[in-house]
C-alpha cells in the first residue's frame, strides 16, 4: 500500500494497476448516477480549485465521455473515453486517455458495493505500462484523489 488516509486508500496490486477504495455514507444508486450524470459530475468531479467546463456523456456500452477540466491557473485538462461495461449499480468499465498527453490507453473498472449500509467504491485503474503508472502516481494523485473523493462524499450528504 503506497497512500492510506482515513477516508481513501490508494494500492498498487500489480506493476501497472493502481486501486484506489473509498466508503461514501450513500446507497450504491447515488453514487452510479453521481459518477455518471453530468449535472452531478459537474459539481465535484476534480480536486478543490479545478472546474469541469465540459462534461459530456454517452451512457451506453460503445458510449464515449469527454471531460475538460479547468485548473486553478486556467489550464485545461482534457480527458476523453469509451465505456466498456455498464452494470448499474454495481460495476462500470471504461477506457481513458488524455488529450494534451498520449502515454497510451488505460481501462479503468469501478465497482460499488454495499458494506454495513456504506457504498464501498474500488477504482483500479490498469496503465499501459509501469512507467505511466508511475508518472501518474508522482504527479499528485494521492493529494488529488483524497480531495476528489472528499468533494464527492460531501455531495452524497447534501443529496
Not at 473509498?22 to 448516477?33: I, M, W
Not at 479545478?50 to 485545461?76: A, I, M, N, T
Not at 482534457?78 to 488529450?99: D, F, M, N, T
Request: overall charge negative; glycine content about 8%.
Amino acid at each position: 500500500m503506497i497512500f492510506e488516509s482515513t477516508e481513501t486508500t490508494i494500492d498498487t496490486p500489480s506493476e501497472r494497476e493502481v486501486t484506489l477504495t473509498r466508503s461514501f455514507d450513500a446507497p450504491c444508486e447515488l453514487v452510479f448516477k453521481a459518477l455518471t450524470e453530468p449535472d452531478l459530475l459537474r459539481r465535484w468531479y476534480g480536486p478543490i480549485g479545478w472546474q469541469l467546463v465540459v462534461c459530456d456523456v454517452d451512457l451506453r456500452v460503445g458510449g464515449e465521455f469527454h471531460f475538460v477540466s479547468q485548473r486553478p491557473s486556467g489550464k485545461k485538462v482534457g480527458q476523453r473515453g469509451q465505456y466498456r461495461e455498464i452494470s448499474p449499480p454495481e460495476r462500470l468499465v471504461h477506457s481513458e486517455w488524455w488529450e494534451d498527453w498520449n502515454p497510451g490507453e488505460c481501462l479503468v473498472t469501478v465497482e460499488l458495493a454495499t458494506r454495513g449500509g456504506q457504498t464501498i467504491l474500488t477504482s483500479t485503474t490498469l496503465f499501459p505500462s509501469r512507467e505511466v503508472r508511475d508518472t501518474i502516481l508522482g504527479s499528485g494523485m494521492k493529494h488529488g484523489a483524497q480531495q476528489l473523493y472528499d468533494k464527492l462524499s460531501q455531495l452524497l450528504a447534501r443529496a
